[in-house]
Nanobody, 117 residues
């Protein structure tokens, strides 16, 4: 499995921004895609954004216009830029690769995002 390392979370005020990172060795060489998920306390995990090696991206309606996903293929890293953060964005954020068998990954430890004044 591809090991995943998420980072970049923290405490931010409403309206603020954060950029999350997910480093996944083999992401580029194995031609994987990457999804970002989040899970708020007491709620199911939800998919919020994804990117393919070809650069195709999807963003959930709940974060469209505020969140953007991008990839640094040279460094096997995918970013989630989060702007105009709201208290309801508070959650643990996870990344996960997808694609062929070589793109199989488990769940990382995640990175906590807390939006509060």
């Amino acid at each position: 499995q591809i090991p995943l390392v998420e980072s970049g979370g923290g405490l931010v005020q409403p309206g603020g921004s954060l950029r999350l990172s997910c480093t996944a060795p083999g992401f580029t060489s194995n031609y994987c895609g990457m999804n970002w998920y989040r899970q708020a306390a007491g709620k199911p995990r939800e998919s919020i954004s994804g990117i393919t090696q070809g650069g195709y991206t999807v963003v959930a309606d709940s974060v469209k216009g505020r969140f953007a996903i991008s990839a640094d293929k040279a460094n096997d890293t995918v970013y989630l830029q989060m702007n105009s953060l709201k208290p309801e964005d508070t959650a643990m954020y996870f990344c996960k690769t997808f694609g062929s068998g070589r793109c199989t990954s488990g769940w990382g430890q995640g990175t906590q995002v807390t939006v509060s004044s």
